[in-house]
């Protein structure tokens, strides 16, 4: 079992910047992928941004060169360092990792406010 422990949410004005993290609460192998959901209200959840094990990230287009996926595998924590925020990008941000042969797993989530 794998807790995964989200930071880093909070407000901001558009235009602002902000930085998640998720840490694991113990060594993490075989790591298929990890990334960020979000689920805005009244919206279904969507993928925002990946990495593979390999280092391959993949983004959503609406957050493509304003969002940066990025691991620290020394200390098990990945991060989504949020650049240029808009209002539409307000909702809960759950990040997840999917490892060789287990269900994926998820953070409790964290709210992303923008807002002026």
């Known amino acids: 079992q794998v807790q995964l422990v989200e930071s880093g949410g909070g407000m901001v004005r558009p235009g602002g910047s902000l930085r998640l993290s998720c840490a694991a609460s113990r060594r993490i192998l075989s790591i298929v992928e990890m990334g960020w959901y979000r689920q805005a209200p009244g919206k279904e959840r969507e993928l925002v941004a990946a990495v593979t094990a390999g280092g391959s990230t993949n983004y959503t287009d609406s957050v493509k060169g304003r969002f940066t996926i990025s691991r620290d595998d020394r200390v098990d924590t990945w991060y989504l360092q949020m650049n240029s925020l808009k209002p539409e990008d307000t909702a809960v941000y759950y990040c997840?990792?999917?490892?060789?042969?287990?269900?994926?797993?998820w953070g409790q989530g964290t709210q992303v406010t923008v807002s002026s």
């Open positions: 997840y990792v999917h490892l060789v042969g287990k269900p994926q797993y």
